[in-house]
């Protein structure tokens, strides 16, 4: 049976899933294809950030993935005799939600693909292999291995490190992969019980130990050059790896036992034509970072919203241009940054481990505590793609400050009210998508009839933020069309985030990036350049 839909996405794993959703959201006609016939239900990932579990939130997700998830997961980075090195415990909510949390990622993926059935324009066809694909002038062609059909005006290609679309398009996958392999031991009952992560930097052999939810425990050991396969399925050999760990390794209720390879790969290109490549197939990194998941996350929500965009007509192909455009400087930089952590602690040269510890010991109060809060973890950050950067503006009524310009990275969620005072996170207070936020004021004064009616297109939501001392003022006088939202004061509150800052309004993108800042009374030209940048309009 041949089908026909917007954008067809290859592989119904957590990249392909989440866009999936949020192109759902938009009515966007999507279909999931998925060569097996259900979802693979071993954990590969086990740790999810704050910036994928505000897109879970935008996505309508969250509360589903949450009871999925522990909560602020501490890692101990230790060396061969238990000392610790460096600690990762970042305690921030700038985007809303903890920053590091342990995860079981097939529970999570079951939330995401039930998550479909909301959405009438989005389906997922099982045991369905892409066996070939043709570029048309308005769309592609996707052959499956049963003979059918799907024809697409665009194609993700989802489908992990191994893609078939990417070899298929001759896409170079540089970088590199390392000679030995690794083993991944997950185990129910954790014989443990502690709920933090431990990645031992071991020259005799590297490990890691992770508290998962719902009391399962992974390990993961390198495997040396003369070890492999066999090795993993007897368990004399896994038991002699767990026995520093455990009183009885025997006595343990083993879940799966895998072997897996180190790679720290990035595709040559992101787009060919109407085919699109994200999550591993287009990066791979070292799982010592934490944050092949999540990258591939950060995919779906680049490209989702700019998908939805050109498919309803509100912006031509040209914006597509601009998920590579943003997302390979940050899928660089977080492989270079996970390759590096992966060498320092898969290091089996006692001298090298040595000169680590050395430089570990002497690390000042300043360097540990920016290690503890993960400040070695890059934040996007876009110079080009749907992004204006504005002076910064020349006023007697500005203090002078050295201020760096945000636009082009993300704006934070803070905790605010609705316009009747229910507290809530800032996405939920405001609503999602575009959206333009004025400091104390109302935006539409700012606004030509012109530019109002681009955003009405759009959709965009005109934020007006005021103090909650101020919400019933604000509540009764707010023009049509407006949202209302109190600001709750505090050091993390939108109030000190305007104050830091020359700048009384913001333009949000739908994936929460800053798309311009500046004064209110540059917000209709400010607006203008955005739309113009992403719309052409």
Same mark, same amino acid.
């Given at each position: ?243 520093? =760990?455990? %009183?009885? !390794? ?6 799966? &036992?895998? $072997?897996? @390879?180190?790679?720290?790969? /990035? ?121 204006? =950067?504005? %002076?910064? !503006? ?6 002078? &400050?050295? $201020?760096? @310009?945000?636009?082009?990275? /993300? ?127």
């Amino acid at each position: 049976m041949n089908k026909v839909c917007d954008v067809l996405v290859v592989g119904a794993g957590p990249v392909g899933l989440t866009l999936a959703n949020l192109l759902g959201q938009q009515g966007v006609d999507v279909l999931v294809v998925e060569r097996e016939h259900d979802l693979i239900d071993y954990p590969r990932a086990v740790g999810i950030d704050d910036e994928a579990l505000r897109a879970m939130q935008t996505a309508g997700l969250v509360d589903e993935v949450l009871p999925h998830t522990i909560p602020d997961q501490k890692i101990y980075m230790i060396n061969g005799d238990g000392a610790i090195l460096s600690e990762v415990n970042p305690t921030t909510r700038e985007f809303g939600w903890p920053r590091r949390n342990g995860f079981v990622q097939p529970l999570v993926d079951r939330v995401l693909l039930a998550g479909l059935d909301r959405f009438p324009s989005a389906a997922v066809r099982f045991g369905a292999e892409v066996v070939d694909l043709a570029e048309e002038d308005d769309g592609v062609v996707a052959a499956l291995a049963d003979g059918s059909a799907v024809r697409a005006r665009y194609v993700v290609a989802a489908e992990g490190g191994s893609s078939p679309t990417r070899k298929r398009l001759g896409i170079s996958f540089e970088g590199e992969t390392r000679p030995t392999d690794g083993i991944v031991i997950d185990v129910a009952n954790d014989p443990i019980g502690t709920p933090h992560a431990v990645f031992g930097g071991d020259p005799a052999r590297s490990y890691a130990s992770i508290a998962l939810p719902h009391g399962i425990r992974r390990w993961e050991f390198t495997l040396f050059e003369d070890e492999g396969e066999a090795d993993v399925e007897d368990d004399a050999f896994v038991f002699g790896l767990l026995a520093p =760990h455990v %009183p009885d !390794p025997s006595k343990l209720d083993i879940i799966r &036992r895998r $072997v897996y @390879r180190h790679h720290a790969r /990035i595709a040559g290109r992101f787009r060919h034509g109407r085919i699109f490549l994200a999550g591993d197939a287009a990066h791979v990194m070292p799982v010592v970072g934490g944050q092949g998941w999540n990258s591939g996350i950060r995919d779906a929500f680049n490209l989702g919203w700019k998908l939805a965009a050109v498919v309803k007509g509100l912006s031509a192909d040209g914006l597509l241009d601009t998920y590579e455009t943003e997302r390979l400087g940050h899928v660089t930089q977080m492989v270079a940054v996970s390759l590096r952590m992966a060498k320092e602690m898969t290091d089996h040269d006692p001298e090298k481990a040595a000169e680590r510890d050395r430089i570990a010991a002497a690390r000042t109060p300043e360097e540990r505590e920016a290690q503890k809060r993960q400040a070695f973890k890059p934040q996007p950050k876009f110079d080009r793609g749907v992004v204006v =950067h504005t %002076p910064l !503006p020349v006023s007697k009524s500005l203090p002078v &400050r050295d $201020v760096a @310009r945000l636009a082009g990275t /993300i704006f934070p969620q803070p905790r605010a009210t609705d316009a009747e005072g229910a507290e809530m996170l800032l996405d939920d207070a405001t609503g999602q998508g575009w959206r333009i936020l004025a400091w104390n004021n109302d935006p539409t004064a700012f606004l030509s009839a012109e530019r109002r009616a681009a955003l009405d297109r759009l959709g965009a939501r005109l934020v007006q933020v005021v103090p909650t001392a101020q919400l019933p003022w604000a509540r009764e006088r707010a023009a049509a069309g407006v949202t209302v939202v109190g600001d709750l004061g505090g050091e993390r509150s939108l109030q000190a985030w305007f104050d830091a800052r020359p700048v009384g309004a913001v333009v949000l993108r739908p994936d929460h990036v800053i798309a311009a800042e500046c004064l209110t009374q540059e917000l209709d030209d400010v607006v203008g350049r955005v739309l113009e940048a992403a719309f052409a309009v």
